[in-house]
C-alpha cells in the first residue's frame, strides 16, 4: 500500500463568476521514502492539491475523491482529526520562509510551539528537542538561534528553519510547496541537498511542488506534469526527462537553460506558445490542445485518457491512444462519459 | 534607548513654549475682561484699575507672556485670577477626578474594544460582526454630548437607577464612563478587527495551522500579538487625551476634573489657569505618544531603535 495515494481528487472554488474547478480528478501516489514532484505552470492545480492534502484549502473550496494516508481517507475526517494529522503525520513547508514564520514571534517559541502545546512536553525537553533538530537541519549555533527573531536570520535560514519544525514531531508526509523558489540559487542547492539527506535518515516521502524542472531533476524520483488541472504525463524522472511524450512536457524540457550548453548569446529560449486557458472557460477535450502544434479534431472533443507508455510511465495524449494499452482504463472512461455527457 | 527618550523630552521644550504663545496671544484677542467679569456685581471703575495694576494686567501682553515664561521655567505656572491659588494646585486638586474617570473609560474601552474586535473579526460578515461593529460605528458617531443625555434621560430619569451629576460615589462614575467608553471602544474595536483580519491572511498563520495548533491558539498566539500592535500606539493616544480632561463629558456629568477646570477657565478669561490646563494637557499627549512610540518597540521585535 502506498503512502499517500489521491485519488480521482477534484477540487472546485465557488467564486463570484461560478464554480472553478481547479484540479479535475487527478490521481497522484506516494510511497514511503519516496521524493515525487508535481509540476506545472502557476494556476494548474498543484499548491491547491498540496492544500488539500493538508486540509487547508478556504472553506469556499470543494472536494471530493480520496486521500488515502495510509489507507485513511483524509477527506472524510473531521476537521478536530484533520487537525491532529497536521504536524504529525503530514507537514508542510511554503515557498516564503521569512513570510512563513511568524514575525513576532522567537524561532525557539515556534519551534517548540507544537510540542507543549500539542504534546504537553515540558519546556526543557522541548528547548532540547528544537536543538536536536536545528542540528540536524545544520543550523549552525543551534542553541543561540532559539532566541533569534525570523528578520535577523537569512531566507535560507528561515527555511532550514522551517523544515525543522515541520520535521520535529517525525510525520510520515511532508509537502513542500515551492521551497527554494524564494531563495538564492546557491542556498536552492544546499536546502535541497537537506532534503534528500532528511529524506535519507529518517524515511519520509517528500511531495515537491515546483515550477522549476531543475529542482525537479535535481531532487524527484517520479514527477507529475499537471495542466490545467489534469495530470498530462507522469512516470519517474528519467523517464520524463529523457523521453518526455506529452507535447506540454516536451514543451517545457525544450524551453529549459541548459548549463552545459554553449550559449552564443544568439539562440533564443524556446517558450510554448500561446497562455494558460481560463480555468472558468476551459475548452472542451484536451485543455492543452489551444498551445498544442500536433492537435488534430479529436483533441478538441474529448480528453484522452491516460495511457500507459512503460512500467510507471503514462500519459494524456490521443497521439498514442490506441498504440498503447490505457492505463485504468475503466474508471477513466467512466469519468469521460459523465463529461461528455456534461 | 535611553539616548532616544531623553531626545524626545527635550524635544517637548518648544513644543510647549509654541502651545504657550499660542493660547497666551488668543486669548488677548478674545474680547473680555478678566476683571470686569470677576466685578460682575459691583462695577466701582477705581476697584477695577487698582485689581488690574495689582496683577499687572496693566502690562503689555509681551511682558505679562515673558514674565509666564520665567516662571514656567521655574515650574511655577502662574496664580489663578478666580480662585485666587496658584494654578498648579488647582490642577493638583482636579486631576484625582480626571484620573478616576480617565482610567475606567479607557479599561473599558480597550476590554469591550479588543473583544468586539476579535469575536467580529474571527467570524467576518456574521450576524455578530454586523451587530458589534454597528454598535462601535453608532459609538464613534454619537455626539459626547447627545449620547450623555440620552443616557442620562434614560438611566437617571425614566429609570432612576443612576445619578446624573456629580462625583461622589462609583454610582456617579457609571454613566460617564459608559458615555466615553461607548466612543472609544468602536475606535478600538474597529481598529481591531480590521488589523486582526489582516494578520489572519499572512502566511504565518497558514504555518501555524499547518502545525497542528487548534484555531484557538492560532488566533491568540499568532494571529492576535501581531494585530494588537497598531491597536496598542491608538490606546495609547486615547489614554493621554482622556486623561488631559473631557471638556463635554466633565461638564455635563458636573465632574470636577481637569476639563471643567479648562471650560471655566475660558468663561472667567482665567488666563493662567488655561494655559496651566492646556499646557498640562500638551504634555499628557505628547508622553502617550512617547510611551506608544517606546511600547511599538518593545512589542514588535522587528523595530528597535538604533543604538547610540
Same mark, same amino acid.
Request: proline share 4%; glycine share 14%.
Given at each position: 500500500m502506498s503512502l499517500l495515494e489521491i485519488r480521482d481528487l477534484m477540487i472546485t472554488f465557488q467564486t463570484q463568476r461560478g464554480l472553478l474547478p481547479a484540479v479535475s480528478g487527478i490521481d497522484i501516489e506516494a510511497q514511503a521514502g519516496e521524493i515525487v514532484g508535481v509540476v506545472g !505552470?502557476? %494556476?494548474? %492545480?498543484k499548491t491547491v492539491t498540496a492544500l488539500s492534502v493538508m486540509g487547508l484549502l478556504p472553506d469556499r473550496a470543494r472536494t471530493s475523491g480520496e486521500i488515502l494516508l495510509d489507507g485513511t481517507d483524509? *477527506? %472524510? *475526517?473531521?476537521p478536530e482529526e484533520m487537525r491532529r494529522t497536521r504536524g504529525t503525520r503530514i507537514s508542510m513547508i511554503f515557498q516564503e520562509p521569512m513570510a512563513a514564520l511568524n514575525p513576532v514571534l522567537t524561532v525557539g517559541r515556534q519551534l517548540t510551539e507544537p510540542l507543549v502545546r500539542i504534546m504537553g512536553i515540558g519546556e526543557s525537553e522541548a528547548t532540547e528537542q528544537a536543538v536536536r533538530m536545528l542540528e540536524t537541519v545544520h543550523v549552525s549555533g543551534a542553541r543561540e538561534r532559539l532566541s533569534a527573531y525570523p528578520h535577523q536570520l537569512s531566507g535560507g535560514l528561515c527555511q532550514r528553519v522551517m523544515i525543522a519544525m515541520a520535521l520535529i514531531r517525525q510525520p510520515r508526509l511532508l509537502i513542500a510547496d515551492?521551497?527554494?523558489?524564494? *531563495?538564492?540559487v546557491t542556498i536552492q542547492a544546499q536546502i535541497l541537498d537537506l532534503l534528500r539527506e532528511l529524506r535519507d535518515r529518517t524515511g519520509t516521502a517528500i511531495l515537491l511542488i515546483t515550477h522549476d524542472l531543475g529542482v525537479v531533476a535535481e531532487l524527484c524520483d517520479r514527477v507529475y506534469v499537471m495542466y490545467a488541472g489534469h495530470v498530462m504525463e507522469q512516470g519517474n524522472v528519467y523517464q520524463i526527462f529523457d523521453d518526455p511524450m506529452h507535447p506540454y512536457a516536451y514543451g517545457l524540457m525544450r524551453s529549459m537553460p541548459e548549463a552545459g550548453r554553449a550559449n552564443t548569446g544568439r539562440e533564443e529560449l524556446y517558450s510554448i506558445p500561446g497562455t494558460v486557458p481560463d480555468l472558468m472557460n476551459m475548452p472542451s477535450g484536451c485543455p492543452f490542445c489551444p498551445r498544442c502544434? !500536433?492537435?488534430?479534431p479529436l483533441c478538441r472533443e474529448i480528453l484522452p485518457q491516460l495511457v500507459r507508455?512503460?512500467?510507471g510511465h503514462a500519459v494524456r495524449c490521443w497521439k498514442y491512444v490506441g498504440t498503447h494499452r490505457a492505463h485504468d482504463a475503466d474508471r477513466t472512461e467512466e469519468r469521460e462519459g459523465a463529461r461528455v455527457a456534461r | 534607548m535611553i539616548r532616544y527618550v531623553l531626545l524626545k523630552i527635550f524635544s517637548t521644550i518648544p513644543i510647549l513654549i509654541g502651545v504657550s504663545a499660542l493660547v497666551f496671544f488668543l486669548m488677548n484677542v478674545v474680547p473680555g475682561d478678566p476683571i470686569a467679569i470677576m466685578q460682575r456685581d459691583f462695577i466701582d471703575p477705581d476697584a477695577l484699575e487698582r485689581v488690574r495694576r495689582e496683577m499687572h494686567l496693566d502690562d503689555p501682553p509681551m511682558v505679562r507672556y515673558v514674565r509666564f515664561l520665567k516662571g514656567m521655567a521655574h515650574g511655577d505656572l502662574g496664580y489663578s485670577y478666580?480662585? $485666587? $491659588?496658584p494654578v498648579s494646585g488647582v490642577i493638583a486638586t482636579a486631576f484625582p477626578n480626571t484620573l478616576k474617570l480617565a482610567t475606567c473609560a479607557a479599561l473599558v474601552s480597550w476590554i469591550i474594544g479588543i473583544a468586539a474586535g476579535v469575536a467580529s473579526a474571527v467570524k467576518p460578515g456574521s450576524f455578530l460582526d454586523n451587530a458589534l461593529m454597528g454598535f462601535s460605528l453608532t459609538g464613534i458617531s454619537m455626539p459626547t454630548f447627545w449620547a450623555a443625555l440620552v443616557l442620562q434621560y434614560i438611566f437617571g430619569v425614566l429609570l432612576g437607577a443612576l445619578p446624573v451629576a456629580g462625583f461622589d460615589s462609583w454610582k456617579h462614575l457609571v454613566l460617564p464612563v459608559a458615555v466615553l467608553g461607548w466612543g472609544q471602544s468602536g475606535i478600538v474595536a474597529r481598529l481591531t478587527r480590521s488589523s486582526l483580519l489582516d494578520a489572519m491572511r499572512r502566511d504565518y498563520i497558514r504555518t501555524a495551522r499547518a502545525k497542528g495548533l487548534r484555531e484557538r491558539i492560532v488566533i491568540s498566539a499568532h494571529a492576535l500579538k501581531n494585530a494588537l500592535l497598531p491597536v496598542v500606539t491608538i490606546m495609547a493616544i486615547q489614554i493621554s487625551s482622556l486623561l488631559s480632561g473631557s471638556i463635554v463629558t466633565e461638564s455635563v456629568f458636573g465632574i470636577p476634573g481637569i476639563g471643567r477646570l479648562a471650560i471655566g477657565a475660558i468663561h472667567n478669561r482665567d488666563m493662567p489657569l488655561l494655559q496651566g490646563t492646556v499646557l498640562f494637557g500638551t504634555f499628557l499627549v505628547i508622553a502617550g505618544n512617547l510611551i506608544a512610540d517606546m511600547l511599538y518597540g518593545t512589542l514588535d521585535p522587528r523595530i528597535r531603535y538604533v543604538k547610540d
Open positions: !505552470e502557476s %494556476g494548474c %492545480g483524509l *477527506l %472524510g *475526517l473531521t515551492e521551497p527554494t523558489t524564494a *531563495l538564492d502544434a !500536433e492537435s488534430g507508455i512503460s512500467k | 478666580k480662585m $485666587r $491659588r
